[in-house]
């Protein structure tokens, strides 16, 4: 479904941001990718959603080659991922529900089902009840599942999440991780960049962890034990889910 | 439409701008317009002029009518040469008192010399033509002197060509600046709805979906400026009318071509724009 083979990417001014990435996510996966800030989370997930092109190596993702991919493809691809930020990323000018129907509108879906698919997924983000409100009135946490119900709109098969909890306080945190599992367990993949590792190590998700542009962990690959934490793996409570792929 | 509901939002984050783009490219469009309208008065003047078009080749009286004959034979086969007349002595006469009226009686029969009329072929009535045909014609022995109306000819055409280049000139520069400036409205409206663009990139909207409320502003300001372009160059043409001369004014196509030319301002003025600032979002 997705798949990095040796990936890397230079930028021009501040030179190596990734190297030698290598790695896939099968269907219905959940992947979280850690490291410090600058290891090249956010610069994975760009290629992920072909918002940048990798300078060497290729991105495979549904199908599309970040090789040949047109502007046309990149444009239906997306429309069947869902992408949250750090940031919500709403526009403040529209209410919650205009803010959703916005990522139909644009795609140019049939008016018909619009309304119906508006309520059905803000229904599923718990905001059903705030559809008439606008971002400045909601707590961050109520707009990061209105930008989540954005992104799922379109039933993507994979969410991809940048640090979707950074701006939250613990409880909101606690309230969007759920909501990702349940997505999660419904058959969407997930793969979230965090540095939260409190988060990371209290579940059981496949982990990638990145330093300096490389992967320096993979828990789909190496044993538990391998995992280059100052804590000892134990504080996991349950073995590596089971849907990992080698 | 939701494109076009969107272009007139985005006009109306720049009033100021927008009525600046659509004015410039009126003023472009009435540059071309002014002196477009000039040259194709001059061209009417030309064609009218161009009809009378003659070269006269005055022959010694001493040539016998064969020698005559012969050579029209020969003029006649120029490729320029629509028609060649012989135009005797007597003819002369008659045709200078028919013009003189009353002064008729100060001509007296031999006072004229016989002539060869040639008339151009349409098309071929330019200066250079027109020479080179006195020029082959003046080298027959018993042809005396060749005469046609050289200097209003030529004067005719050098000013029609001024004011096609000068309206050309100074069409293309505000045309430019015209381009610019819509340009600018367009990378403000851009930049104003940076985050809206970057969304709706996110959520697979194709490029020309994003561009086309755009295009579409660009369009519209184009065609305003081609109507109001329209207007400056039909009042200015109803006052010359007026108080100066009679003058034609541009056909349906020309008009047609002008508003055309206005949307195609327009438009590219937002395609530039619009596909520089795009890629940054
Ligand atoms: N658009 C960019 N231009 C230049 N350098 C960039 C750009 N985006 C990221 N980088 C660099 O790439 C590295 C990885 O950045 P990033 O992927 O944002 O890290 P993370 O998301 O893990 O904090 C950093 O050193 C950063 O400075
Ligand atoms: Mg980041």
């Known amino acids: ?246 | 439409m939701r494109s076009a509901r969107e272009a007139l939002t985005a006009s109306r984050r720049a009033p100021l701008l927008s009525a600046l783009g659509v004015v410039t490219i009126a003023f472009s469009l009435f540059a071309f317009g002014l002196f477009g309208l000039v040259a194709i008065n001059i061209r009417k003047a030309l064609d009218q002029v161009e009809e009378r078009v003659e070269v006269r080749a005055f022959v010694s009286d001493s040539t016998d009518i064969e020698s005559v004959a012969a050579a029209m034979k020969d003029i006649g086969e120029f490729p320029e040469v629509l028609r060649v007349d012989y135009v005797s002595k007597e003819k002369a006469l008659e045709r200078a008192r028919k013009e003189m009226g009353e002064f008729a009686d100060v001509f007296e029969a031999g006072v004229l010399p016989a002539s060869i009329e040639v008339h151009l072929r349409p098309g071929m009535r330019s200066p250079t033509s027109v020479r080179s045909v006195a020029d082959r014609m003046k080298t027959y022995s018993f042809i005396d002197d060749v005469r046609y109306g050289e200097e209003w000819v030529e004067k005719l055409y050098r000013l029609r060509n001024i004011a096609t280049v000068a309206g050309i000139a100074l069409g293309v520069a505000f045309a430019a600046v015209a381009i610019i400036i819509i340009g600018a409205t367009i990378r403000m409206t851009v930049l104003a709805r940076a985050k809206e663009i970057s969304i709706m990139r996110l959520v697979g909207a194709t490029d020309m979906f994003i561009r086309l409320p755009f295009l579409i502003d660009g369009l519209v300001k184009g065609v305003l400026g081609g109507l109001l372009a329209l207007v400056f160059v039909w009042v200015a043409n109803r006052v010359v009318n007026e108080y100066f001369m009679e003058t034609i004014f541009f056909d349906r196509q020309l008009v047609f071509l002008g508003v055309v030319g206005g949307a195609v301002m327009g438009v590219l003025g937002s395609l530039v724009s619009v596909g520089r600032h795009l890629r940054r979002i």
């Open chain 1, 1 to 246: 479904m997705i798949r990095l083979t040796d990936v890397a990417k230079e930028y021009p001014r501040s030179g190596v941001a990734l190297a030698q990435i290598s790695f896939e996510v099968k269907k219905g996966e959940f992947v979280y990718l850690t490291g410090p800030s600058g290891s090249g989370k956010t610069t994975i997930l760009k290629l992920l959603y072909l918002d940048d092109k990798p300078s060497r190596g290729e991105v495979w993702v549904n199908g599309v080659s970040s090789k040949t991919a047109t502007g046309r493809e990149i444009s239906r691809l997306r429309r069947r991922l869902g992408i949250v930020f750090q940031d919500f990323r709403l526009l403040e000018d529209r209410t919650a529900e205009a803010n959703v129907r916005f990522a139909l509108e644009v795609t140019g879906a049939p008016k018909a089902t619009i309304r119906a698919k508006v309520a059905r997924v803000l229904t599923q983000v718990g905001l059903a009840a705030k559809a008439t409100s606008f971002p400045p009135e909601l707590s961050g946490g109520e707009q990061q599942r209105v930008a989540i119900a954005r992104a799922l709109i379109n039933d993507p098969f994979v969410l991809i999440a940048d640090e979707p909890t950074g701006n939250l306080d613990e409880r909101a945190t606690r309230g969007v991780f759920q909501l990702l599992r349940d997505i999660n367990s419904s058959g969407t993949a997930v793969i979230m960049a965090t540095h939260d590792l409190d988060l990371v190590r209290r579940s059981n998700y496949r982990t990638i962890e990145l330093n300096h542009g490389r992967v320096v962990f993979d828990s789909a690959e190496s044993p538990a034990s391998a995992r280059p934490f100052e804590e000892p793996w134990e504080v996991r409570e349950t073995p590596p889910d089971s849907t990992e792929g080698i």
